[in-house]
């Protein structure tokens, strides 16, 4: 029922910008917090921002803090990820996330991922 769809990928030149949107669909997220999160070839999957749907609390990681800018629209259900300054080794997929507000590092529902390629 739940769907996270992530849009907005693409290929840039260092120093470039990209928004991402995530769009969330079937199911009331009102005591969720949404999340951003990447995974470049042979790496881990790492977080990268967060933001509550009530208050719009956010966290980010220290690599793109300063950078990137993660905001909600509640009416739209939808999640976006501004990206500024993108550097070579910001290129990743980036998939969006969907947890309960309590936990910081539990997340329920998965996007399918964009691809953004950062290029120097």
């Known amino acids: 029922q739940v769907q996270l769809v992530e849009s907005g990928g693409g290929s840039v030149q260092a120093g470039g910008s990209l928004r991402l949107s995530c769009a969330a669909s079937?199911?009331?997220?009102?005591?969720?917090?949404m999340g951003w999160f990447r995974q470049a070839p042979g790496q881990e999957r790492e977080f990268v921002a967060r933001?509550?749907?009530?208050?719009?609390?956010?966290y980010y990681a220290d690599s793109v803090k300063g950078r990137f800018t993660i905001s909600r629209d509640n009416a739209k259900t939808s999640v976006y990820l501004q990206m500024n300054g993108l550097k070579p080794e910001d290129t990743a997929v980036y998939y969006c996330?969907?947890?309960?507000?309590?936990?910081?590092?539990?997340?329920?529902?998965w996007g399918q991922g964009t691809q953004v390629t950062v290029s120097s």
């Open positions: 933001i509550s749907w009530i208050g719009g609390t956010t």
């Open positions: 079937g199911g009331t997220f009102s005591g969720y917090a």
């Open positions: 996330a969907a947890g309960p507000r309590w936990s910081r590092n539990k997340y329920d529902y």
